[in-house]
């Protein structure tokens, strides 16, 4: 049973940060390409990073430098580091993982940014 459970999400203050977690089971994370992607209501899911196989990254264009993805494949775990968070940046983040033959998605973390 594949199973991707996010973490660390909540409630920041602008300007903060936060780090978020995703742990994979049942896949063989080594081998997926790992996102995050974040979803506010009445708005389509974008990309925010992804981190592939063999490390390559790629960020959306919103991100600006502020926050960076990484992955540990010994505890089969994605990260995503969050700093100067803006109120903007609040929406429910989702964790991917993507391979040709899967495509797998978690069930969301909140991340509220007040002003």
């Known amino acids: 049973q594949v199973q991707l459970v996010e973490s660390g999400g909540g409630l920041v203050q602008a300007g903060g940060s936060l780090r978020l977690s995703c742990v994979a089971s049942?896949?063989?994370?080594?081998?997926?390409?790992m996102s995050w992607y974040r979803q506010t209501p009445g708005k389509q899911r974008e990309l925010v990073a992804l981190i592939t196989n063999n490390d390559r990254t790629r960020y959306g264009d919103f991100v600006k430098g502020r926050f960076t993805i990484s992955r540990d494949n010994a505890k089969n775990t994605v990260y995503l580091q969050m700093h100067s968070l803006q109120p903007e940046d609040t929406a429910v983040y989702y964790c991917?993982?993507?391979?040709?033959?899967?495509?797998?998605w978690g069930q969301g973390t909140k991340v509220t940014v007040s002003s």
């Open positions: 991917n993982a993507r391979r040709p033959e899967n495509n797998y």
């Open positions: 049942g896949i063989s994370f080594r081998s997926n390409a």
